[in-house]
């Protein structure tokens, strides 16, 4: 085979690294696009998961605030519901003994609801303790002593309420728990989270509840955070 000139020779060592750097460019272009590909991929299911998990929080905040959100606190003692019908009222009383109910919304002649509940009450012989408290102020170490004065004295068991049953009757749950009953304060603070409909964000009115709670600590025997 004859020998290249090294004219030709400079030619053909041209063309390979043209083709060389051809090559290489398509693969930089290539990856690049894989990694925008992967990036959108990654955007999209990322964004899919916390629509998931929007929705499923939504759910479920709106199945506890259009239904009663009934839970037992400490079953024979203490329970906490949103805002009770009579109809429910009577159930409560049927299937848990309750003796006394706690309005923590405070008394309002008038008001559908209020009168429903009184009326309710008075028929079954359960006694109406109307302890008004706000969701969106701090809950002062006075009214914690009035507080546990009302749920010492209370006939049990008893049931808490306010309106939606997430945030005072959270509170209200915790303090039983932390003073009365004594438990952790991780079990205490629990009463007060998303589980019963409150939604722990340092800018939502509500979140005075949470605070009150850890104002509260050094009274009830834990720690200040």
């Not at 028929?123 to 914690?144: H, P, W, Y």
Request: some cysteine; aromatic content about 8%; proline content about 4%.
């Amino acid at each position: 085979m004859p020998a290249l000139s090294l004219a030709e020779s400079a030619k053909t060592t041209t063309k390979l690294g043209f083709r060389s750097r051809e090559r290489a460019t398509g693969i930089v272009a290539a990856l690049l696009h894989w990694a925008g590909t992967t990036a959108r991929m990654s955007g999209v299911v990322l964004g899919s998961l916390m629509s998931v998990a929007l929705g499923a929080g939504g759910l479920h905040l709106g199945i506890l605030h259009l239904g009663d959100n009934f839970h037992a606190v400490v079953p024979g003692q203490l329970y906490r519901s949103a805002q009770p019908t009579p109809e429910l009222i009577a159930d409560y009383q049927k299937e848990y003994g309750i003796k006394t109910v706690i309005n923590l919304r405070g008394e309002n002649v008038g008001s559908g609801w209020y009168d429903a509940e009184l009326a309710e009450t008075s028929k079954l012989g359960i006694r109406l303790v109307n302890f008004r408290m706000s969701a969106k102020r701090e809950f002062t170490q006075d009214r914690f002593t009035e507080l546990m004065a009302v749920l010492r004295e209370a006939e049990k068991p008893i049931l808490v309420h306010c309106m939606s049953g997430s945030d005072r009757s959270g509170l209200v749950s915790a303090l039983y728990l932390a003073a009365v009953t004594k438990v952790s304060e991780e079990q205490a603070d629990n009463q007060i989270s998303f589980r019963y409909g409150h939604i722990p964000l340092w800018f939502s009115p509500p979140y005075a509840m949470q605070r009150s709670f850890e104002a509260l600590k050094p009274v009830l025997g834990f720690s200040a955070s």
